[in-house]
């Protein structure tokens, strides 16, 4: 009975090269499966940074397509603006007009400057500026010379008379200073 068992705890027992193989077997599958899991750790991060790259492009793009169209509802909107104030300016100067004439009714004249005083601040509210131009330097962007006269006494392109005011909103002329240039 001793010899039975014997036998067959030697089939059992494993000799140390054996065993020593299937502990470097072991650790290599170890080392594989560590080495799988970097790659696809690697493979996850590059696609995250991928993701991100991406997302950070399509919130800058939207960004700019956000301050883009904000932009172009203030130009329509001025756009707009200027062309209806500029088919009232001939009314503005016609106020204008009205408030220089001496009249024997004060009460009449003091109508006509309040009139001319609340569709000026209504302007004035909107944006809308009158564009200087005695005493300055002629700029073709802001007015039209109609005429020019020589004076010494005057600077180069200085305007010295306005015929129409001009005006403008931001930087956006709605009519041109007709003026007259010295020199």
């Known amino acids: 009975m001793s ?11 494993e000799n140390p090269k054996e065993q020593e193989t299937k ?9 594989k499966k560590a080495n799988t899991e970097k790659e696809d750790l690697k493979k996850i991060k590059t696609e995250l940074e991928d993701i991100t790259d991406r997302y ?13 169209n904000q932009k172009e509802r203030e130009n329509l909107y001025n756009s707009i603006l200027s062309d209806i104030i ?14 220089k004439v001496e009249t024997k009714d004060e009460e009449y004249k003091k109508g006509i400057e309040l009139v001319l005083k609340q569709f000026k ?11 200087k131009a005695l005493g300055e330097t ?21 305007i ?18 007709m003026v007259v240039v010295a020199n």
Not at 86 to 96: A, G, S
Not at 125 to 131: L, R, T
Not at 140 to 150: D, G, K, N, R, T
């Open 3 to 13: 010899e039975n068992i014997k036998p067959e705890n030697n089939k059992n027992e």
């Open 23 to 31: 502990k470097v077997n072991a650790e290599k599958e170890e080392l």
């Open 56 to 68: 950070k492009r399509v919130l800058a793009e939207f960004e700019n397509s956000k301050k883009r």
């Open 86 to 99: 500029e088919v009232m300016l001939p009314i503005l100067d016609n106020l204008e007009n009205a408030a």
């Open 121 to 131: 601040d209504t302007l004035k509210s909107k944006g809308v500026e009158e564009i």
């Open 138 to 158: 002629f700029d073709p962007e802001l007015h039209e010379a109609v005429s020019s006269i020589q004076d010494q006494e005057k600077g180069e392109k200085e």
């Open 160 to 177: 010295v008379q306005e015929y129409r005011k001009g005006y403008k909103i931001g930087s956006k002329v709605i009519r041109h200073s």
